[in-house]
């Protein structure tokens, strides 16, 4: 979703939200003759039905009536068990029914993302809190006309938008053709393009930097026209992500199975990666129309009067979605949970010792820029009263797993910080015989710009495009082999999407940790000295 900013500790090349299609791409036949139109067509299509299957099995709770909603959550005392997931979901609704008002989508700078701003100022008048919009601007990316992929030699073939290949957002416009080269390792130091022919498009795998770093290494270092990124191998479908930054030629992310066969198209394997080569019998043309344009977008803050304000505990979620969809999982679904927590906060009467700042960010899925920008803003006197951050990003993905970031991997000064915020999670799961999994600190959501300034962070998350395992089946339930949300960044990403068991479980974590957060008398010490 955008460039790098996490620096070292962003151990995945995206940083952050990157769709992973779920269709196959093309495969050659033994004697070279193409059928692959065939294989193309059938097996996406009983790959879309399984999609199908699993979306309607694995979202059978948003069927569900207000009732059974109701039931998920105990009628006690406990402060978590007043957030209800019956409320969450009229959240949601109201968030699909604003994408549908406005092209179902509710993008940054787009009618619908201003109306989701507006919905949640609504709900926040029921309390007492010092609500502000903090405006800024973005870059807003628009295709003009869909991206075209095509190889012509050593055999010509159109290759399928979203199932072989994505175009990038923030790519640059082009009408190109070229033979290829492959830059050695995965193209995130200069010398991985040495060697190579100039002015030619640069094929180069995913993994360890930014895409947007990949781009300016392959232009800096080999003249790039064009850069083809190319899937882990493990992820059978295309990819589409963002830069992060506008660049000036088009980045098309393709699949592992296309870029394999383009490679021994020229006589190479796809497994040589320690040297650079080049691919002088393979051409292919790539077509791109976009524009840039500037947008005005906003966070919203929310200020509750109490607590000290020498330590700040800042609980956010990203509000926008992508221009594909309607964004219910992602990120309706953190920031419907982060509502209701804050109205229930102040409903509850909480009295916390420290001051809670409840954020709703703009322009995430364009690389982090609502949360950067707040941070970035913030003078160094209000930064060091930042005392963590807590973010939830996809809480609700149909084929879940209950993951937990793993604040142990954060880097000094703030591991042992983040590494408490981890273990209250962990403390939550385990005192409900809840099953949970530990996931990569990546920085690959809004929490990433609290790491850039070294402020303690952590969260919740339960799965984007990412194919669930044996393993996690055997623990979360579900489809071995599906993505944890089969409508990630899609159209179909609605409220019959959700998994509201796995909403449930995750709201209430959150508000566990939010509550035990606040009431610290001493959140330092307890942060930093907590085993």
């Known amino acids: 979703m955008g460039k790098g900013s996490y620096g ?21 036949t033994k004697t070279g003759i193409c059928n692959k139109s065939f294989v193309v067509m059938s097996i996406a299509t009983i790959l879309m039905v399984l999609i199908l299957i699993a979306v309607v099995v694995l979202g059978l709770l948003s069927a569900f009536d207000q009732v059974s909603l109701e039931n998920l959550s105990q009628d006690d005392d406990d402060f978590f068990n007043k957030v209800r997931v ?8 109201k968030l699909e029914e604003t994408a549908k008002l406005y092209g179902n989508t509710r993008a940054a700078g787009t009618q619908g993302y ?21 405006y800024f601007t973005v870059e807003s990316y628009k295709e003009l006309e869909p991206s075209v992929f095509k190889q012509l030699t050593p055999i010509a073939y159109t290759f399928a938008l979203n199932s072989n290949f994505e175009g990038l957002t923030y ?31 640069v094929v180069i795998a995913r993994g360890a930097c930014s895409f947007y770093d990949k781009v300016q290494n392959a232009i800096t270092n080999a003249g790039a026209i064009g850069v083809l990124i190319y899937n882990y191998a493990e992820q059978t479908g295309a990819f589409a992500g963002t830069l992060g930054d506008s660049v000036t030629i088009p980045v098309f992310g393709i699949t592992y199975s296309v870029a394999s066969e383009l490679i021994a198209g020229g006589n190479h394997s796809i497994t040589e990666t320690t040297a650079a080569f080049d691919l002088p019998q393979v051409s292919v043309s790539m077509f791109s129309s976009t524009t840039i344009d500037v947008a005005y977008t906003t966070n919203l803050i929310a200020d509750p009067p109490e607590g000290s304000a020498d330590s700040i505990i800042v609980q956010g979620s990203h509000l926008d979605s992508v221009t594909k969809g309607p964004g219910i999982n992602d990120n309706g679904s953190g920031s419907s949970t982060n509502l209701e927590i804050a109205l229930q906060f102040f409903e509850q009467g909480i009295k916390p010792k420290n001051k809670v700042r409840f954020a709703w960010w703009g322009a995430e899925e364009l690389g982090l820029k609502g949360s950067a920008y707040y941070v970035n803003s913030l003078t160094p006197e209000a930064k060091a009263q930042i005392a963590l951050n807590l973010n939830y990003d996809m809480l609700g993905s149909p084929n879940f797993v209950r993951g937990v970031l793993n604040g142990s991997q954060a880097a000094e000064p703030i591991r042992t910080a983040s590494a408490t915020i981890t273990s209250l999670y962990q403390e939550f799961f385990e005192d409900n015989d809840l099953a949970y999994k530990m996931n990569e600190f990546t920085g690959r959501s809004d929490y990433g710009s609290f790491l850039d300034a070294s402020i303690p962070a952590g969260g919740l998350q339960t799965g984007a495009e990412v194919v669930k395992t044996e393993a996690e089946r055997a623990l979360f339930g579900g489809l071995a ?7 990630y960044h899609q159209a179909c990403d609605t409220v019959e999407n959700i998994n509201f068991y796995a909403l449930n479980d995750m709201a209430h974590a959150a508000a566990y940790v939010l509550e035990k957060l606040a009431t610290q008398s001493d959140l330092a010490d307890f942060l930093n000295s907590k085993k």
């Open 8 to 28: 070292s500790q962003l151990s995945e090349d995206e940083g952050y939200d990157v769709h992973t299609s779920t269709t196959t791409d093309y495969q050659r």
């Open 86 to 93: 019956s409320a969450i979901k009229q959240h949601l609704v």
């Open 114 to 134: 201003n109306e989701s701003v507006a919905y949640v100022k609504d709900q926040l008048k029921a309390t007492n809190y010092i609500v502000t919009e903090q």
């Open 171 to 201: 790519q640059g416009s082009g009408d190109l053709t070229s033979t290829l080269v492959k830059a050695a390792n995965v193209g995130c130091d200069a010398a991985d393009f040495a060697g190579l022919t100039a002015g030619k498009i």
């Open 481 to 487: 082999g599906a993505s944890f949300d089969p409508c």
